[in-house]
Nanobody, 115 residues
Framework: QVQLVESGGGLVQAGGSLRLSCVAS????????MGWHRQVPGKERELVASISTGGKAIYADSVKGQFTISRDNAKNTVYLQMNSLKPGDTAVYYC?????????WGKGTPVTVSS
């Protein structure tokens, strides 16, 4: 089993920054992709950014240049640095770890951006 624990969410004013962290534990294969998704009520969960074990990152168009994903493979940890936050970034942010056809999810951490 794989467990993912997110932290770092909270309330921030527009223009502010937050850094999310996600620590993975359990039976983790060495080659995987970790990432962040977000969801608001009434909408589908959407990919924000992901990064492979080798460091290849992809971003949703809506966050390019605003968010930065990184990871520490030795710590099985992925980070999401979120800058210049906007009210539209308000959502529950979920950490995910995927390898092959398997995907594991964290419980989510809420991010609220006030105007």
């Amino acid at each position: 089993q794989v467990q993912l624990v997110e932290s770092g969410g909270g309330l921030v004013q527009a223009g502010g920054s937050l850094r999310l962290s996600c620590v993975a534990s359990g039976s983790i294969l060495p080659f995987n992709v970790m990432g962040w998704h977000r969801q608001v009520p009434g909408k589908e969960r959407e990919l924000v950014a992901s990064i492979s074990t080798g460091g290849k990152a992809i971003y949703a168009d809506s966050v390019k240049g605003q968010f930065t994903i990184s990871r520490d493979n030795a710590k099985n940890t992925v980070y999401l640095q979120m800058n210049s936050l906007k009210p539209g970034d308000t959502a529950v942010y979920y950490c995910a770890l995927a390898y092959g056809a398997m995907i594991h999810w964290g419980k989510g951490t809420p991010v609220t951006v006030s105007s």
